[in-house]
């Protein structure tokens, strides 16, 4: 199984280093999203890191000394959106292998190793984490009746069903043709092409699509500063009362 992190954006906190490299119980963001992730025992994480935050904060240097064999995709300019960073590092995933896309700015509690052998006990063609919430800010996806998604929506609240940035392919082939489908078809989302969309294009190939459900309070968005700081304070409190 291969792991591509998606580092395209820039958003640093108060201290203007990137908000994945803040601090929390002495270890960085980075450092926590990637031991979260090492639980499902992948082959290869892949980094695909804003050239800039190389440049002046080394940040392909401090994944190293996480992974020595991560594979680091610079990202020269901005991209238009999540699809087209994910592309960038398109030889790495075109491939037969299980995929996984994240974000390191959403992190959730629930144990990653369980939820992908959920996906693949399901056998999922495709798998992606739910919660509630009706902010535009997140992508979506509508259920039917038995529980299977019949369509995916970019800041959209098209049903209560938010993701997170946590998205399971069975292929990363499949990811790679239906994300060049999306761009093919030119239908944008604020001028930006979002993972979402390709994930219409798995409904369209009628693949299997796995959603699983997460309580609300086991997803933290850290995108902000302020979210970040909530999330600090959250911790701090939960620590110190056990």
């Given at each position: ?51 800039a ?18 594979k ?16 960038l ?17 959403d ?44 369509e ?12 997170v ?46 959603v699983?459900?997460?309580?609300s ?26």
């Open positions: 199984m291969n792991v591509m992190f998606l580092m395209g954006g820039i958003h640093t906190n108060k201290d203007n280093y990137p908000l994945y490299l803040t601090e929390t119980n002495e270890k960085t963001i980075l450092e926590t999203q990637i031991k979260y992730i090492l639980k499902t025992k992948p082959q290869q994480l892949i980094f695909c890191i804003n050239e935050e190389i440049k002046q904060f080394h940040a392909d240097s401090a994944i190293l000394q996480i992974d020595p064999t991560a680091i995709v610079p990202i020269r300019a901005q991209t238009n959106g999540a699809i087209c960073t994910a592309l590092g398109i030889e790495h995933i075109d491939n037969d292998n299980e995929l996984i896309l994240m974000a390191t700015n992190f959730m509690e629930d144990d990653s190793e369980e939820i992908v052998k959920k996906f693949r006990e399901t056998n999922a063609d495709v798998g992606v984490v739910s919660f509630d919430s009706i902010h535009p800010r997140y992508s979506f996806v509508k259920l039917c009746e038995n529980g299977e998604p019949v995916f929506a970019e800041k959209n609240p098209i049903s209560k069903n938010a993701l940035s946590f998205y399971y392919f069975k292929h990363g082939k499949d990811f790679v043709e239906c994300a060049k489908e999306v761009i093919r078809k030119d239908s944008p989302v604020n001028d930006n092409f979002y993972i979402s969309q390709s994930l219409n294009e798995m409904i369209l190939r009628h693949k299997k699509i796995v699983h459900k997460i309580l309070d086991k997803f933290h968005p850290l995108k902000t500063e302020m979210q970040l700081e909530e999330y600090i304070y959250r911790y701090k409190e939960e620590n110190k009362n056990r």
